[in-house]
């Protein structure tokens, strides 16, 4: 009974280093997401697919890139860390279109990244 | 824009005591959906409670149940018979029900302690 995982949990970079999130959930959503979340700030949207092989942008895109090439997973990716993506990270999934959806979304555990 | 206002960033209550939490939106949407989340210390997002705004009838589960006004866009969110395992971040979020479906978007959190 995974739901959605996301790995690694905890990951501290230095300025300038790239890495990927990796999330996966087992739950045949069509919808994913990657939220980060701040003190004080709440949840915000990073990027978000609507299937496989889409993805789009959410309200704070810049700096990271996603990819989705298989329904499962959902990827995001830092090119080039800095300071200001210390955040805590959220992958997110929803149920398939097409079935009685309230929209609840199912969370993953969250990743704690530090840019230092 | 839609946009989800908690006025509260913290709240405290005694234990076995009641506890109602803001929330407000803005949406020129008819038709959408509502949700509280929890967030305990353990960062695991839980999903509350939803409310479907072509529902008259204020959702409740259990001892959390919610004051949904429509017309005046407000989503309160009240805990009756506080424990202090509630003690926890809540967020309030929104989702339309139209073609911008895609996304969640949440209050910035009310933190709620729990005194014994």
């Known amino acids: 009974n995974a739901g959605v995982t996301q790995t690694p949990k905890f990951r501290v970079l230095k300025t300038g280093q790239s890495m990927t999130l990796l999330c996966a959930q087992d739950?045949?959503?069509?919808?994913m997401y990657w939220y980060r979340q701040d003190p004080g700030m709440g949840l915000r949207l990073i990027h978000y697919?609507?299937?496989?092989?889409?993805?789009a942008k959410g309200e704070v895109p810049d700096g990271y890139n996603v990819s989705r090439l298989k329904k499962q997973n959902f990827l995001l990716g830092l090119e080039s860390a800095a300071p200001s993506q210390t955040s805590v990270y959220f992958c997110?999934?929803?149920?398939?279109?097409?079935?009685?959806?309230?929209?609840?979304?199912?969370f993953g555990e969250g990743s704690r990244l530090t840019v230092l | 824009a839609q946009t989800v206002t908690q006025s509260q960033p913290e709240m405290s209550v005694q234990e076995a005591e009641t506890v109602t939490l803001s929330c407000t939106y803005d949406?020129?949407?008819?038709?959408?959906?509502l949700f509280w989340y929890k967030q305990p210390p353990s960062r695991q997002m839980i999903l509350v409670i939803r409310q479907e705004a072509y529902k008259q009838q204020n959702a409740t589960e259990n001892r959390f149940s919610v004051n949904f006004q429509k017309a005046a866009k407000s989503f309160s969110l009240k805990i009756s018979d506080s424990q202090l395992g509630d003690a926890a971040m809540y967020f309030c979020?929104?989702?339309?029900?139209?073609?911008?479906?895609?996304?969640?978007?949440f209050g910035k959190g009310t933190l709620l302690t729990v005194n014994p």
């Open positions: 739950m045949n959503h069509e919808y």
């Open positions: 997110a999934s929803r149920k398939p279109l097409g079935t009685k959806n309230t929209g609840e979304l199912f």
């Open positions: 949406t020129s949407e008819s038709d959408y959906y």
């Open positions: 697919s609507v299937g496989e092989g889409t993805t």
């Open positions: 979020a929104y989702r339309s029900a139209g073609g911008s479906n895609y996304k969640l978007t």
